[in-house]
Each structure stands twice: as C-alpha cells, then as structure tokens.
C-alpha cells in the first residue's frame, strides 16, 4: 500500500485538496480513528457507506507534527485495511451501534 504520488505544499494547496478531493470536500463523512505505528501519529480513515450503516475503510493517514501544527501528511489509500493496524473493514455508525447495544 504504497502513498499516491502527489505533493502538496502551503496551507492554500492543502485547503484547496481537503475541500475538494476526500469524500468530494465533505470531510463531515469521513471518521478518524487513531492507531499506534512507530511513534508516529496516524489515523484509519473511514468514509461513510449509508447503504451499509456505517463507514467503509478508506485509507491510513500519518502525520507529522511540528511545534502545534501538521507539517505533513502521508497517504496510504488502501481499499482493503492492513491486518497489522487491526482496523474493521466498516465501522458501524453511531445511530447503527445504539441500536444493536439496546438488544
């Protein structure tokens, strides 16, 4: 699950990709879930699948911090989750996982 090719710099460029490029800018569809990996900060990211009631597995994301701020972001988009994070193919939604722990 090698990054995609793409370099983005300035905070412009990054707006400018995180408004249009995951989920169609819609960031409010994607969930972070944090994981462990190398004392790096990385996340699995989650896209949503309302058809599936929940989230679809959508990539890992690293990212290096300078001082309060992130400086970089490595991508991996990955259609499958690595075994070695332990990520689910798809996270329930919230509404979903009530619903199955009022059973």
Known sequence: MP????????????IEFFSTVPAGGKLQTIRLVPIGSNRQS????????????????????????????ISTIVGFAEPEPSDSFGLPALLPSSRHARKRQEY
């Open 42 to 69: 990385p996340v699995g990211a989650f896209i949503a699948a309302p058809e599936e009631e929940g989230h679809r597995f959508y990539g890992v994301m690293v990212f290096e911090m300078d001082a309060d701020a």
């Open 3 to 14: 990054p995609e090719p793409t370099w983005i710099a300035g905070r412009a460029g990054i």
